[in-house]
């Protein structure tokens, strides 16, 4: 049965979770949907996560292989594909847990850069699994910065191949998945060169392994990095190539080609490569970031429910832990970031789409923007979750500590999200060069793309809000979120012009204001982040069983964000002191307010028990009896240790002198 | 030999290395006292951590056993006591990874709370290792809260024994280090009732398992909880009783006694439990937090003038990262706060030797000061390394990521110093309430404890600086501060005593204050470090080779720490927002000052390659290298996975079909 502490937290649910459940995937249709893709997986014991904590790296490699091999049969068996609307659910019912995702990579690397004879060649080999592909990029020496890789790949007329080379021990490809003991083949990045000249990175795919054997092939160095902080399924590996030949048809050609007497010959737009950068950071953000985090408010809110420890009224039972002030403001904050970041990922798709089929006309007018959006809101949003996921781990105690407890694992994953696919440092200096050439274009009255017109608008110069019932006005709060970016973009911009008109040079000014460019670039994002929430919410008038709490969310989320921040708002004095302590206050009484329906809203994220895979936030509350019936699984209660014969008992039968 | 990136920061320091390490240790001879230690625990193969990092639960254990019972011999050889002065240096030269450190609490449990008589039974079973102790308070379902544990021990005359029971699955002892699979002994905290009436929680020893064949006793259910995020090599164990029936004697009773009859008699002061709580969260401070940041900060700064990527002077070699402005905002407050901290070590650690002087006379005056610091400091020391190591880990991008880099483990263990011996949130709401008192008395005029004499001074309204060199000026500095804690002890106060006095019940009200008054904790602790750091650097001016980098240092920690909360200092317009214009310029102008010193400020905390245990870190600076010597010996690239045969070779064989 259900924990009558968890059961209660039902009952008084302010709206229907079947309702809101609905409408954060997109309609019934789709939760149907999702839900039978779920169901098919969750059944089927291949897939069964049961015993992932207390399995090895080689362990979790094995089953990871099964798992995407078994998929395929799945897949097949269920009819579905990798097209169709199932694909989406496939992942999140796997949790991750699977391998050749660097397969798909493989193929969408041959797809985007390939001409259409390579596609043809290839990409039926690798849809048939006749080979295993991957993605070397990365280097031991190199990661962000792709001029720098240092492989080569020298074009020999005379033989119509390119002779591929890793000059020095940094140039060894590391880091790429499936890489360390499946794959067959692999796109290599190596500066071309011909006839003596560097033409730049080139991509190549090259074979690393044997068809037959699996043995690697002649030239080839290649094994796993080892363990890391997760991923422990992933064969992440490492790859040196000595004098390894691949015809030259084996460029990927569509944007340039080698010609058999070595001429070198570039064709189409390169912009186009932003844009495989751009669709693949976008795309993580729902799966890797806010999801992981959805599932450690569940975890933890659930868990906060069932927890009782000390008395908060004298003489009465021990408390929910959920009841206290300092919990609330640990939790609360995470689920309305992670209800804001599923909005703003909503949003990036649909700006996404719609660049998507401009390109298509061939119109790659709003590349820049999306590239500095994408960029900033990958880095604004894992490196949010990251920390949220971290509190829900931390607000637990020390049953949040156990793996048992799925936290560790959500943890150490989400924050690879931090690194990979642009260092998050890098990404928002990114956003911030297009924020600061917008906001200089827009200072002269120069058109900017949509999300930065803001940066041109007259402001007010103080806050207007004159009690704390007026910080939950979103015209208020969104105001002061735009007036907070706008200063901070425009005070760094003149900082970086006084610098470079003081006669610094424009790399190095532009260095002395990394940190505050940096920053600017996080207010911008989470404006727009405030900004779609509040606009969400008005949208949703139709829908007014869910829009009264989706409000609380959103002044939630804006007020925590000026809380948490609030020299930003203070510094020019656009908000006083006076009506900081509004928002504070305002803030504190919301707490207490979404404390009564935190339950129903992790309830409709709408995860099963088997894909949280957590001994703490089962539906039904049991947290106890599931903890201790797992723990009794753990491989440390399966023997005796050998320490017992070999150090234990020598030492108790006080034979520690002859040790 | 040294990788020449390294080499030529060294050749720049401003200092004396070997001065600064004598002067971190406590002068000359402690060092190499500490280097004696070291070389001869390193040198022994039995305290290897070569393959730590690809063992499993299990191999870690049998490690962690075999190494407590081998140093039990190499004390004996080498002629080290546990009270020598050698000791504090055995912890750190095994880097924590030994068993057994249960079986010393459970030692100091009986040498506090037992009488004479247990006293001389109990202590030399113990320190010869006739018995392995553990101490088993935490129950499944109660940590910090004590009067809620559920474990009962009824006294039953007849037989003039205890009969322990564990009456519901929540009462279960869970957590306990040691006890999973090695202890014969416990200390169990229980509920004790006698002729039907309960006496709260007391500790009685307890036998789990055979002295003869460690088979667990009549009555006892005991195993492993399982895996964790760290502490592996750690069996902590779950307990169940079932009438375990010890004799009367078994109660510790040092302060308390049943008599035959039932009578049950208290005597002597109560508060000496405080007083052990006290000593072992000040204790942790330095080895469980302060260590682990400079080792992190050794290996991300090393790495980080290692590293090299991305051109920061265009068509110039790609540079360092650490001379991007960004990474040595993440790293250099960092350093910092090292060394912040481990001056307030030394702070919190002769305020202990005062009280502990104190209390011998019978003097208990001084307890609830330092049970307030040291409830802070834990806290935000815990609090403050924790984000610091994981800032290391996210600068070193991928590579931090590996487990071979030594960050992650770092950073899983670390983190669980913010939930032992006192979740942070509870400990900072102890101080708080020390602090209030503390300004209530304060503001009637009453005496107050020195640390807290400040709450009463008069104080100035706006800060006093002109330029941003002022705020160089450590009388600026701490005063701002004071400033600021004083305002938010102030406030706090204040507001609950509004609600108080609107008739809001007086739990309530401080329910509701909570979260402001978690933060005025955090002031407090934050302006005493900033205090202490720049009055022990005005004490160095004996050592003026070192009290110059060092005023950087302090100067660097406390602009840090307001440029990271201008908020609090901004409220009340104590600090303008031109003067945090200076802050922001004098902090940016530090970094690149700090930085031509930090890896001699790294260098300085000798750390030997083995302790950091990093392919990252090492003094040599041969990164690449040694992350690809210790991939190759991952058990991963040790045999051929069978996921080969079994799944990989059907898959590629096109016997996709009939899987």
Redesign the interface.
């Known amino acids: 049965g259900v924990n009558p502490d968890l059961a209660s937290e039902r009952q008084t649910a302010s709206f229907s979770v079947e309702k809101l459940t609905a409408w954060l995937d997109g309609g019934a249709e789709q939760t149907r949907l999702r839900r039978a893709v779920v169901e098919a997986i969750e059944r089927d014991p291949v897939f069964s996560r049961e015993n992932q904590?207390?399995q090895?790296?080689?362990e979790r490699?094995?089953a990871a292989?099964?798992k995407?091999?078994?998929l395929?049969?799945k897949m097949h068996e269920m009819g579905w594909s990798h097209e169709g609307p199932e694909s989406k659910y496939i992942y999140r019912a796997v949790a991750g847990d699977i391998a050749f995702l660097l397969h798909r990579v493989f193929m969408r690397s041959i797809s985007v850069l390939g001409s259409d004879e390579q596609i043809a060649k290839w990409i039926p080999l690798a849809s048939?699994?006749?080979?295993?592909g991957s993605y070397a990029q990365?280097e031991?020496?190199?990661?962000?910065?792709l001029q720098?890789l240092e492989t080569t790949a020298v074009f020999d007329v005379a033989t119509q191949e390119f002779i591929l080379n890793t000059p020095k021990?940094?140039a060894?490809k590391?880091?790429p998945g499936d890489m360390?003991?499946?794959a067959?083949h692999t796109v290599v990045f190596a500066q071309l060169y011909v006839h003596g000249k560097c033409y730049g990175i080139h991509p190549f795919i090259v074979q690393i392994r044997s068809?037959q054997d699996?043995s690697l092939c002649p030239g080839i160095i290649a094994?796993?990095?080892?363990?890391?902080?997760n991923f422990e399924h992933i064969?992440n590996g490492?790859l040196m190539l000595q004098n390894v030949r691949v015809p030259r048809e084996n460029m990927l050609n569509k944007f340039c080609e080698v010609q058999p007497d070595g001429t070198y010959v570039r064709r189409g737009s390169q912009k186009i490569n932003y844009f495989t950068m751009t669709s693949v950071r976008i795309s993580l953000i729902s799966g890797e970031a806010v999801t992981p985090l959805m599932k450690a408010c569940t975890i933890a809110i659930r868990y906060s429910a069932v927890?009782?420890?000390?008395q908060?009224?004298?003489g009465e039972q021990?408390a929910k832990i959920l009841?206290?002030?300092?919990q609330q403001?640990?939790l609360l904050p995470q689920l309305a970031a992670a209800y804001a970041f599923h909005l703003i990922d909503d949003y990036l798709q649909e700006l996404f789409d719609r660049g998507y089929r401009e390109i298509q006309r061939k119109n790659f007018d709003t590349l820049p923007e999306l590239h500095a959006l994408s960029s900033g809101f990958k880095a604004m949003v894992t490196q949010y979750c990251t920390s949220g996921v971290?509190i829900c781990?931390?607000a637990c105690?020390?049953h949040?500590?156990?793996?048992?407890s799925g936290l560790?694992s959500l943890y150490?994953k989400i924050?690879?999200s931090?690194?990979?696919e642009g260092?998050n440092?890098i990404l928002l200096?990114q956003t911030a060069r297009f924020l600061v050439k917008s906001f200089m274009a827009a200072s002269t009255g120069q058109s900017v793309p949509p999300s930065v017109t803001y940066l041109a608008a007259a402001k007010s110069r103080k806050c207007p809000a004159k009690n704390k019932s007026d910080f939950l006005s979103p015209a208020i709060y969104t105001e002061a979120y735009q007036h907070m970016a706008v200063r901070l973009i425009s005070s760094t911009a003149a900082k970086l012009q006084d610098l470079i008109q003081s006669g610094v040079?424009k790399?190095?000014a532009w260095?002395?204001?990394?940190?505050?460019l940096?920053q600017a670039a996080k207010a911008h994002c989470h404006y727009i982040t405030v900004k779609n929430f509040a606009e969400t919410v008005e949208k949703l008038e139709s829908k007014a069983g869910i829009q009264k709490i989706m409000k609380h969310l959103c002044d939630l989320f804006a007020l925590h964000g000026i809380f948490s921040?609030?020299?930003?708002?203070?510094?020019?004095?656009y908000i006083s002191?006076a009506q900081?302590d509004m928002v504070?206050a305002s803030y504190?009484d919301l707490l207490a307010i979404i404390r009564k329906d935190a339950v129903p809203l992790v309830d409709a994220f709408d995860f099963t028990d088997k894909s949280l895979n957590s001994a703490l936030g089962c539906y039904d509350g049991q947290v106890?009896?599931r903890?201790?019936e797992?723990?009794?699984?753990?491989?440390?209660?399966k023997?005796i240790?050998?320490?017992?014969e070999?150090?234990?008992?020598?030492?108790?039968h006080?034979t520690?002198s002859k040790?």
């Open positions: 904590y207390f090895s790296q080689n490699y094995e292989v099964r995407a091999v078994h395929q049969k048939q699994y006749q080979l295993i990365t031991l020496g190199h990661g962000t910065y720098g021990i940094s060894m590391w880091w360390g003991r499946s067959t068809l699996h094994g796993d990095i080892g363990p890391k902080m064969d490492y927890r009782r420890q000390s908060l009224k004298p021990e009841d206290y002030q300092t403001e640990k971290e781990l931390r105690g020390g949040g500590y156990s793996l048992l560790p150490t924050i690879a931090c690194i990979y260092e440092t200096l040079k790399h190095d260095n002395r204001c990394t940190v505050q940096a921040n609030t020299g930003v708002f203070l510094h020019d004095g002191g900081m504070t504190l106890y009896q903890l201790y797992w723990a009794r699984k753990s491989p440390t209660n023997q240790s050998p320490a017992y070999k150090y234990l008992k020598p030492l108790l006080n520690l040790l």
